[in-house]
């Protein structure tokens, strides 16, 4: 990067790392309250659904390493599909631009969990962040390491420089129990050729993925790794490339929110991704990331107040890459 580009760079990370953080949340907490019952719990994931539906949070993440907070900011929630995002960036850092051979970078207008698309195009997902797309990387990434699930707790607890992220394992033999999808997708992509492992091995691997509790303030931290070229800010670690960075933050962009995903870069302008959880992870490149939690979710899974009050933030802040 030439020397105006860095200054450039470094002038945008300390205008949003200076501005007055403390009443843009407080007018998101406030201003989204309005919605603060609209929504369902994911009740298909039976754990799920005994989570106090009320709760909502919100850290940012600044590159200097401060963290602007408010509410339920610092109480675990289960990742979920967030996790995703640390999933594909390993297999990623393992396999480079290889990985693409079974996964694609295309949007999908079908829901998380459909097949539809699987069978018609050979069992190839369209992306890393559909169920189809994230087992396929789980099985790539169950290739190259035996303890898979202490890795991935391992990375988030690195990223986030917190020792106490774990597993639930209430909410994961809950989602196990009901992973016939699961088990559906893989043995279809498996009768595609594009499966390596046991399939309950990966359904598992990946269910334990998705069962990870973190907080706001965690999660918020440990995507900080996205905005900052892929290099962790916790112990300096270079996890992607800046290149494998940029176009992590692509995908979620384009597919991150499911079928909202187009809407979100209209309304949000920011790399997201949500998880049944109620939890919505936003990347601000160069700058830091937003991570907010409400549990009660619309009807493609994400959280109706953490995605209103992203797009308060984001307008209010006027944090739109496009702007
Ligand atoms: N574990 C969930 C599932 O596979 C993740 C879905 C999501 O968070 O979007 O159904």
Known sequence: MGDAAQQSRSARAAYFAALPWGQILEDAAQLSAVCRHDGQLADYIPALARVAPDQFGIAVATLDGSIHSVEDCATRFSIQSISKVFLLSLAYRSYGESLWERVRQAPSTNPFNSLIELELERGIPRNPFLNPGALVVTDALLSRHTHLESAMVALLRELAGSAGINYDSEVFNSELRCASRHFAAAHLMQSHGNFS????????????SCAIEASCVELARAGLFLANGGRAIE????????????????????????EYSGMTAFAIGLPTKSGVGGGVLAILPGRGSICIWSPRLDARGNSVRAMKALELISNAAGLSLFA
């Not at 492992?197 to 691997?205: F, G, I, L, P």
């Not at 300096?236 to 962009?253: D, K, T, Y």
């Open 197 to 208: 492992n046991v399939v309950s091995e990966v359904v598992r691997a990946y269910c334990a």
């Open 235 to 258: 112990g300096g670690r270079q996890l992607l490339s800046a290149h494998e960075a940029q176009r992590v933050c692509a995908l979620m962009l384009t597919t991150g929110t499911y």
